[in-house]
């Protein structure tokens, strides 16, 4: 595999318990499962990436996967059927997305490409919202998580690492990924920083990559958020 992807991620492990639960859930089958969830990740994988990209951005997000309690939407797929799941969901498409306007016209959009009803795409936004950042919370922190899954998030943390040595920066964040992106990215002289920023900027990238088809889907949210 070429590289890893939220489709990737949510296919494999405690991603397909979580999947099985939505389509048990909401009457699908695993081929129409996999198709709205896939039709909606560009969605979030956009949002995901257009934050990251704003100054500090980065850094929100590894905090939020660090500190937040996400991997338990993965963990114990039954907790999707719950209020607090749609509660989160919607808190993180707010961020993401901006308004509900926005998560409408998504869900229509992806209702178009996988052939399921645009009310139920809705109700699904906010579930896959959850179960993607409960699938980065669980590659950024668990530790039996295999190496080849942590190797976008520890590039990254390379890279940031290195820039901190060029400079002779150190890092003031403390320990672990978290603490050695941070100290990477904040610890040295602004080029080495923007520099690292950049790398970093292309690495995520390609984490957050909805599964890496070329989708439409993925210049349709960008067409929807131009028009905020």
Same mark, same amino acid.
């Given at each position: 595999?070429?590289?890893l992807?939220?489709? +990737?991620?949510l !296919?494999?492990? !405690?991603?397909?318990?979580?999947l ?7 009457? %699908?089958?695993?081929s129409a ?5 896939k039709?909606?990740?560009?969605a979030? /994988?956009?949002?995901l ?11 929100a997000?590894?905090g939020?996967?660090?500190?937040? $309690? ?14 607090? /799941?749609v509660? $989160?969901?919607?808190a ?6 901006g308004?509900?306007e926005?998560?409408?016209e998504?869900? !229509?959009? &992806? *209702? ?9 795409m809705?109700?699904l936004?906010?579930?896959?919202a959850?179960m993607a950042m409960? *699938? ?5 922190? +668990? ?13 990254i943390?390379?890279? &940031? ?8 920066? *150190? ?6 990924? %978290?603490?050695? %992106? ?8 602004k080029?080495q920083?923007? *520099?690292a ?10 984490l %957050?990559?909805? $599964?890496?088809?070329?989708s439409?889907? +993925?210049?349709?949210?960008e067409?929807?958020?131009k028009?905020?």
């Amino acid at each position: 595999m070429a590289g890893l992807n939220l489709m +990737d991620m949510l !296919a494999s492990g !405690a991603g397909q318990g979580a999947l099985n639960q939505l389509g048990k859930q909401f009457g %699908l089958d695993e081929s129409a499962t996999q198709s709205a969830v896939k039709a909606l990740l560009p969605a979030i /994988s956009g949002g995901l990436k257009r934050n990251v990209a704003q100054p500090g951005g980065l850094e929100a997000l590894m905090g939020a996967l660090q500190n937040g $309690d996400h991997a338990k939407y993965l963990e114990q797929p039954e907790t999707l059927n719950t209020a607090e /799941s749609v509660n $989160d969901g919607n808190a993180i498409l707010g961020h993401l997305l901006g308004s509900k306007e926005v998560s409408r016209e998504v869900a !229509a959009k &992806a *209702s178009e490409r996988a052939g399921v009803s645009t009310d139920l795409m809705k109700q699904l936004l906010p579930m896959v919202a959850t179960m993607a950042m409960g *699938s980065l919370a669980k590659q950024s922190k +668990d530790p039996d998580v295999p190496v080849n899954l942590m190797g976008n998030f520890g590039s990254i943390a390379s890279a &940031a690492l290195g820039a901190a040595a060029m400079s002779g920066g *150190s890092s003031q964040s403390g320990g672990g990924l %978290l603490g050695g %992106l941070l100290g990477g990215l904040m610890g040295g002289g602004k080029q080495q920083q923007a *520099s690292a920023n950049s790398g970093a900027m292309g690495m995520i990238g390609n984490l %957050l990559d909805a $599964d890496k088809d070329g989708s439409a889907m +993925d210049d349709i949210f960008e067409m929807v958020m131009k028009r905020r």
